[in-house]
C-alpha cells in the first residue's frame, strides 16, 4: 500500500506514460461509450456522485488514469494497494484510520490495481468499510469480476467495461506525447506518420506500450544537431514480434474457443482459421484444440458427414505424433474440413432428449425379453422369454418391444436432410414404414 499524492509534479526520469498521464476527464483519450458528453460514467464523476466500482479491460486503457482523475475531482485522499505487501492486518489497520478520516470530512478513495489478484480474505478485509461507506473503493482487473472477484464484494460495486483503444486513439495519444511538454513537448523530434501508424498498430490498444515504444525508439535515435530523427528501421528492432492476447487460464481462452467453434459451425473457414492461429499464437496447447475438434465433428456434423469424426481423430494422432510447430497444417486441415463438412446435431439433440427422460422419468426395469439369461433361475423367471432375433427375421426386423412402456413412442433421433444424413433418414423412414405394417 502506498499514499500517492496527486497534485505534486512528477520527475523527468519517470517513465514517460506517467509523465503524459491525464490529469482530467477532458485529456483523457478513448473510452466514449463510458466518457462521451452525456455518458453515465461521466455524469458520475462531474456531478460527485461516485461510488465504489470495478474498471474491467484490457492492459494500457486507462483504469489507473481513471481512479486517479476521480480521486483529483473529488479532492479525495487516495491509497493504491498491490496484491503483493497488502496484508489483511495492513489492510484493517489503513482502513479503519480511513473511517476516522471519514468522520472529520476526509473522503478516502481505495485503489486496487489487479483486483483479481488478492485473496477471498484480502478482499473481504475490505467489504464491511465499503458498506458503511468509509471508503470509495476502485478496482481495475484484466479478468471477468463474475469469477475473479468475492460476489458479496461485487454486488457492492458497478462494473464498467473498459475498451481497447482504437488506433486512431492510440495515434492521438503518441502526438499528444510528442507535444506535451512533460513529454518530448520541449525537443524537437523529427518522425513520420507511417512510425506512428506503425507503433499504434503494434501497440494493440494498449496506450502503455505505445508510449513505452515511442519513448525507447525516440532514446535510440539519430541525434542530430537540429533534431532526433525516428525511422522505420529504428522501429522495426523494437516491433519484431507483436504479442497476442491470450491467457491459457483466463477468460479470453473460453472466448476463443467459443469463436472457433461457432466460425466452423457457421461454415466461415476463414474466421475459424484465424481463430485457430490467434491459440497457436498464444501458445495453446494443440492436443486441446484437437480434443475440442473431435468433440466438434460428433456435435455438429455428425452423420452428415461419417468422414469428419475420422478426419478430427487422425488430425489428434497427428498431433500426439508431430506436436508444435509441425502440426499447426494438420490443425488447419481438419478446421478448414470440419468448417466446410454439411452441419447436422441431431446426434447432440438425440442424447440430450434421452438425458431428459433418463432424468425426468422413472427408472424403468429392463423388458424381460432383452435379458440375458446366464442361469436357470434367471430363465425360470422370465429372462429372455420371447427374444426375437433379428438376424434370422426375412427383413432383419422384428415386431419386439426394446423400449420400457412407459416411454414407448418416445422419439431421440431425428434426422436431417444434410449431406449423409439424408441416407440415415431414409432407413430409419424405412423401418418405421415397416413397424406400421407389422406391428
Given at each position: 500500500?502506498?499514499?500517492?499524492?496527486?497534485?505534486?509534479?512528477?520527475?523527468?526520469?519517470t517513465?514517460?506514460a506517467?509523465?503524459?498521464?491525464?490529469?482530467?476527464?477532458?485529456?483523457?483519450?478513448?473510452?466514449?461509450?463510458?466518457?462521451?458528453?452525456?455518458?453515465?460514467?461521466?455524469?458520475?464523476?462531474?456531478?460527485?456522485?461516485?461510488?465504489?466500482?470495478?474498471?474491467?479491460?484490457?492492459?494500457g486503457?486507462?483504469?489507473?488514469?481513471l481512479?486517479?482523475?476521480i480521486?483529483?475531482?473529488?479532492?479525495?485522499?487516495?491509497?493504491?494497494?498491490?496484491?503483493?505487501?497488502?496484508?489483511?492486518?495492513?489492510?484493517?489497520?489503513?482502513?479503519?484510520q480511513?473511517?476516522?478520516?471519514?468522520?472529520?470530512?476526509?473522503q478516502?478513495?481505495v485503489?486496487?490495481?489487479?483486483?483479481?489478484?488478492?485473496?477471498?480474505?484480502?478482499q473481504?478485509?475490505?467489504?464491511?468499510?465499503?458498506?458503511?461507506?468509509?471508503?470509495?473503493?476502485?478496482?481495475?482487473?484484466?479478468?471477468?469480476?463474475?469469477?475473479?472477484?468475492?460476489?458479496?464484494?461485487?454486488?457492492?460495486?458497478?462494473?464498467?467495461?473498459?475498451?481497447?483503444?482504437?488506433q486512431?486513439d492510440?495515434?492521438?495519444?503518441?502526438?499528444?506525447?510528442?507535444?506535451?511538454?512533460?513529454?518530448?513537448?520541449?525537443?524537437?523530434?523529427?518522425?513520420?506518420?507511417?512510425?506512428?501508424?506503425?507503433?499504434?498498430?503494434?501497440?494493440?490498444?494498449?496506450?502503455?506500450?505505445a508510449?513505452?515504444?515511442?519513448?525507447?525508439?525516440?532514446?535510440n535515435?539519430?541525434?542530430?544537431?537540429?533534431?532526433t530523427?525516428?525511422?522505420?528501421?529504428?522501429?522495426?528492432?523494437?516491433?519484431?514480434?507483436?504479442?497476442?492476447?491470450?491467457?491459457?487460464?483466463?477468460?479470453?481462452?473460453?472466448?476463443?474457443?467459443?469463436?472457433?467453434?461457432?466460425?466452423?459451425?457457421?461454415?466461415?473457414?476463414?474466421?475459424?482459421?484465424?481463430?485457430?492461429?490467434?491459440?497457436?499464437?498464444?501458445?495453446?496447447?494443440p492436443?486441446?484444440?484437437?480434443?475440442?475438434?473431435?468433440?466438434?465433428?460428433?456435435?455438429?456434423?455428425?452423420?452428415?458427414?461419417?468422414?469428419?469424426?475420422?478426419?478430427?481423430?487422425?488430425v489428434?494422432?497427428a498431433?500426439?505424433f508431430?506436436?508444435?510447430p509441425?502440426?499447426?497444417?494438420?490443425?488447419?486441415?481438419?478446421?478448414?474440413y470440419?468448417?466446410?463438412?454439411p452441419?447436422?446435431?441431431?446426434?447432440?439433440?438425440a442424447?440430450?432428449?434421452?438425458?431428459?427422460?433418463?432424468?425426468?422419468?422413472?427408472?424403468?426395469?429392463?423388458?424381460l425379453?432383452?435379458?440375458?439369461?446366464?442361469?436357470?433361475?434367471?430363465?425360470?423367471?422370465?429372462?429372455?422369454?420371447?427374444?426375437?432375433?433379428?438376424?434370422?427375421a426375412?427383413?432383419?426386423?422384428t415386431t419386439m418391444?426394446?423400449?420400457?412402456?412407459?416411454?414407448?413412442?418416445?422419439?431421440?433421433?431425428?434426422?436431417?436432410?444434410?449431406?449423409?444424413?439424408q441416407?440415415?433418414?431414409?432407413?430409419?423412414?424405412?423401418?418405421?414404414?415397416?413397424?406400421?405394417?407389422?406391428?
Amino acid at each position: 500500500m502506498k499514499q500517492e499524492s496527486l497534485f505534486a509534479g512528477r520527475p523527468e526520469n519517470t517513465p514517460l506514460a506517467s509523465r503524459v498521464r491525464p490529469k482530467d476527464l477532458d485529456q483523457f483519450v478513448g473510452q466514449q461509450h463510458l466518457l462521451g458528453p452525456g455518458k453515465i460514467l461521466r455524469e458520475i464523476i462531474e456531478n460527485d456522485q461516485v461510488s465504489s466500482m470495478i474498471f474491467w479491460g484490457p492492459p494500457g486503457v486507462g483504469k489507473t488514469t481513471l481512479a486517479e482523475i476521480i480521486a483529483r475531482k473529488t479532492k479525495s485522499s487516495f491509497l493504491s494497494f498491490s496484491a503483493v505487501d497488502s496484508s489483511i492486518s495492513k489492510i484493517k489497520k489503513i482502513m479503519k484510520q480511513a473511517e476516522l478520516d471519514r468522520e472529520i470530512g476526509q473522503q478516502t478513495m481505495v485503489f486496487v490495481d489487479e483486483i483479481h489478484r488478492f485473496n477471498k480474505a484480502q478482499q473481504d478485509a475490505f467489504l464491511p468499510y465499503v458498506e458503511r461507506g468509509s471508503i470509495i473503493l476502485i478496482g481495475a482487473t484484466t479478468e471477468n469480476p463474475s469469477f475473479e472477484i468475492n460476489s458479496a464484494l461485487l454486488s457492492r460495486c458497478k462494473v464498467f467495461v473498459l475498451k481497447a483503444l482504437k488506433q486512431a486513439d492510440i495515434v492521438t495519444l503518441i502526438e499528444n506525447a510528442l507535444h506535451n511538454p512533460e513529454g518530448f513537448g520541449k525537443q524537437k523530434i523529427k518522425i513520420g506518420d507511417d512510425e506512428i501508424q506503425a507503433i499504434a498498430n503494434f501497440a494493440d490498444g494498449d496506450a502503455r506500450m505505445a508510449l513505452n515504444v515511442l519513448e525507447m525508439a525516440i532514446l535510440n535515435g539519430d541525434k542530430g544537431e537540429q533534431a532526433t530523427t525516428v525511422t522505420m528501421a529504428d522501429l522495426s528492432q523494437l516491433i519484431t514480434k507483436k504479442f497476442v492476447l491470450y491467457d491459457k487460464n483466463g477468460e479470453e481462452h473460453y472466448n476463443i474457443i467459443s469463436a472457433l467453434h461457432k466460425s466452423m459451425r457457421n461454415s466461415d473457414t476463414d474466421a475459424a482459421i484465424y481463430w485457430l492461429s490467434r491459440m497457436l499464437e498464444g501458445g495453446e496447447d494443440p492436443l486441446y484444440i484437437a480434443r475440442r475438434l473431435v468433440r466438434f465433428a460428433s456435435e455438429d456434423v455428425g452423420l452428415a458427414d461419417t468422414n469428419a469424426l475420422n478426419v478430427a481423430i487422425n488430425v489428434f494422432q497427428a498431433c500426439q505424433f508431430l506436436g508444435m510447430p509441425e502440426c499447426d497444417i494438420h490443425l488447419v486441415e481438419a478446421v478448414t474440413y470440419l468448417s466446410l463438412a454439411p452441419k447436422s446435431n441431431a446426434i447432440y439433440k438425440a442424447r440430450l432428449a434421452a438425458a431428459k427422460d433418463v432424468k425426468q422419468t422413472a427408472n424403468d426395469p429392463v423388458p424381460l425379453q432383452i435379458r440375458n439369461a446366464p442361469t436357470k433361475l434367471m430363465k425360470d423367471l422370465g429372462y429372455g422369454k420371447g427374444y426375437e432375433l433379428a438376424h434370422y427375421a426375412k427383413d432383419k426386423l422384428t415386431t419386439m418391444k426394446t423400449m420400457p412402456p412407459s416411454l414407448e413412442g418416445h422419439e431421440y433421433y431425428l434426422p436431417t436432410s444434410e449431406g449423409h444424413e439424408q441416407r440415415f433418414k431414409d432407413r430409419l423412414a424405412q423401418i418405421k414404414a415397416w413397424h406400421q405394417q407389422n406391428g
